[in-house]
């Protein structure tokens, strides 16, 4: 077995991998650090957790001189999560390495240490292709003496529209250099790319290992459209997994089903593209450390995720690509823990999950939904143990008072209700089950593909196959508070590009509200009005004060009517549209027009 003391790497950075506990390469680094510890160029097809890094980090820091202070090599990575893991990796790898500095540039964060750390002298930059042009564009980051240039998940980059960045970076640079390309997939695009920035570059494949794929169980459920989100609450109602990981396509579809899981009782995070890195880091912690087990997130924010907890990957929607599919589901199975993974398939798509299979080489097991009756019993068997917890720590006088009081009652009634249809009813009033309802989700939601189909569907309930019952009903509206109820006011408006989604989430979340407690939210230039079914005390405050949204502290308190600084505001709201000044701003008007331009801060406001 090859080790990387037979890669000849020099001393000081054996020395630093040992300390980081590796001993053996990867395949994906076994074959590529020999050919670019040479100075050839290198293309690398691999998936994410392959060990790509250290695959092109290791040779870099061989080409790199310490003891010149200026930028020489250069990695290019598409999200700024890859790129700041990117550059820590670097950072130790580099730990033995007297005088050697690496930074980490990417947008969202100010351009003032990213520049001075340039300046300083740092010999390596790890960023994202838009930042590296503003940096160059600025003149702060020059790139003659660059001699090892890497492009990163390059086709992610490409996907995400970075193509022409990447293209005018990689002709700015020295002819002499070493490049190394890493990508998941190898489509034309890409290799356009390493034909004109590249020479005689080593082609590099590396399969997924089985055991990747062994340690997640993959499965599918043909759900249609109108019921994805039942069926999503469902399963994440009844999961096992410690912790769940949504995939969905856009930020709006990601903040939507945030709101409707919290109407049905899970409470969910969101990640996307625009989540603020300090607010982004703040999720995964909670995500990591079990304050947090629902997340929704896209592809692009949730790249480079590892979070162990995570059991369960569902695919609300089938990844329009085989890499991305792979990407998503690689985001559970980590560490050699068990994982599951669950894509709903519309009826229509049957074609596009027969490719997903043909390509991974791994067969999907159908399942069937849980029912309605199912979740409500889970829940009310976890009631009932944690019932009898409360019963051992005692201090129950005062409710068995009030079931005495119950039983005189009943003695006299017409129709008297027995302990047990009490309790019966106390369980359904504790899991949230309201009882029939006359337009609610019929019980069982999954279908058939349309056509035939020779697969036999797995139940988990160990039952036959049951017919498609064909009803057309569409699911129940999420209920929310309607009332009149309490106005409160958080300090974060339409200025700081916040979303409903986004209050929702930290008063579900933080302040532990449930989605039916909240009714319409109105947002402002500079801050929103909330109701809520009723008044909350300071503890939920605190708690909810707690979280950011927005890049700002969710500051709340009981609504007292329009401030003079609001009218201050306002006014200076206004003008910044009127000439312009305002960037941020114009983005979210482009979306939501103030629509009332009467002096009242309250006029300018929108519901949703």
């Not at 009813?425 to 058939?448: C, M, N």
């Not at 036999?456 to 009149?484: I, L, M, V």
């Amino acid at each position: 077995m090859t080790t990387f003391a037979g890669l000849n790497l020099p001393e000081n950075i054996l020395s630093a991998i040992t300390q980081m506990g590796y001993e053996n390469p990867t395949p994906i680094q076994e074959e590529a650090i020999p050919p670019l510890l040479e100075g050839r160029d290198v293309v690398g097809v691999a998936q994410t957790g392959t060990g790509k890094t250290a695959a092109f980090a290791l040779p870099m820091l061989t080409h790199v001189d310490a003891d010149l202070h200026h930028v020489q090599a250069l990695v290019l990575a598409p999200t700024r999560e890859l790129a700041m893991q990117g550059a820590e990796a670097i950072d130790n790898f580099a730990s033995n390495t007297t005088g050697l500095n690496v930074v980490a540039v990417y947008g969202g964060s100010s351009y003032v240490p990213q520049i001075n750390a340039i300046k300083d002298g740092a010999q390596v930059v790890v960023g994202t292709p838009g930042r590296v042009m503003d940096l160059i564009d600025k003149g702060a980051l020059k790139l003659q003496s660059v001699k090892y240039f890497v492009l990163d998940e390059a086709d992610e980059m490409l996907r995400m529209g970075f193509a022409e960045d990447v293209e005018k970076i990689a002709s700015g640079l020295p002819a002499q250099r070493v490049t190394a390309l890493f990508s998941a997939t190898m489509p034309a695009t890409i290799r356009r790319v390493a034909q004109t920035h590249m020479s005689d570059p080593v082609e590099i494949t590396v399969t997924p290992p089985a055991s990747t794929i062994a340690t997640i169980h993959q499965t599918f459920a043909v759900v249609p459209t109108r019921h994805k989100i039942g069926a999503l609450a469902r399963v994440l109602a009844t999961t096992s997994a410690d912790a769940a990981l949504v995939f969905v396509r856009t930020r709006a579809t990601a903040e939507d089903l945030a709101i409707e899981l919290s109407t049905r009782g899970v409470h969910a995070a969101t990640l996307s593209g625009d989540v603020q890195q300090r607010d982004r880091e703040k999720l995964v912690d909670r995500l990591r450390h079990g304050t947090l087990d629902v997340l929704v997130a896209t592809d692009v924010a949730a790249r480079g995720l590892d979070v162990e907890r995570i059991g369960l990957v569902v695919n609300f929607d089938v990844p329009r690509e085989v890499d991305t599919y792979v990407h998503r589901i690689g985001r559970t199975g980590r560490a050699g823990r068990e994982g599951t993974s669950l894509t709903f398939v519309t009826p229509k798509e049957r074609s596009r999950l027969r490719r997903i299979e043909q390509i991974t080489g791994a067969a999907m097991e159908q399942v069937e939904l849980p029912t309605p009756a199912e979740v409500s019993g889970l829940r009310a068997r976890r009631l009932v143990a944690e019932a009898k917890e409360r019963y051992e720590i005692g201090r129950l006088s005062v409710y068995r008072e009030i079931i005495a009081e119950f039983r005189s009652e009943q003695i006299e009634s017409d129709k008297p209700l027995s302990p047990e249809d009490l309790i019966a009813a106390l369980l359904a009033i504790g899991v949230r089950d309201p009882g029939p309802q006359p337009d609610e989700e019929p019980e069982h939601l999954t279908a058939r593909f349309e056509g035939r189909d020779e697969r036999g569907r797995r139940s988990h309930r160990e039952r036959g196959e049951r017919p498609d019952r064909g009803d057309r009903r569409r699911p129940a509206k999420p209920k929310t508070f309607a009332g009149e109820g309490t106005m409160y006011r958080v300090e974060v408006g339409r200025k700081d590009g916040v979303s409903p989604g986004a209050i929702v989430g930290a008063l579900t979340n933080e302040g532990g509200l449930n989605g039916s407690q909240l009714g319409r939210i109105d947002i402002y230039p500079t801050f929103s009005l909330v109701q809520i079914s009723q008044e909350i005390d300071r503890d939920t405050q605190r708690r909810i004060a707690k979280a950011r949204v927005s890049g700002r502290d969710l500051r709340i308190s009981k609504d007292t009517g329009p401030r003079q600084s609001d009218e201050r505001a306002q006014r200076k709201y206004r003008a910044d549209r009127k000439f312009g000044e305002d960037k941020r701003e114009r983005k979210f008007e482009g979306r939501r027009h103030i629509r009332n331009h009467d002096s009242s801060p309250r006029a300018s406001r929108q519901s949703y």
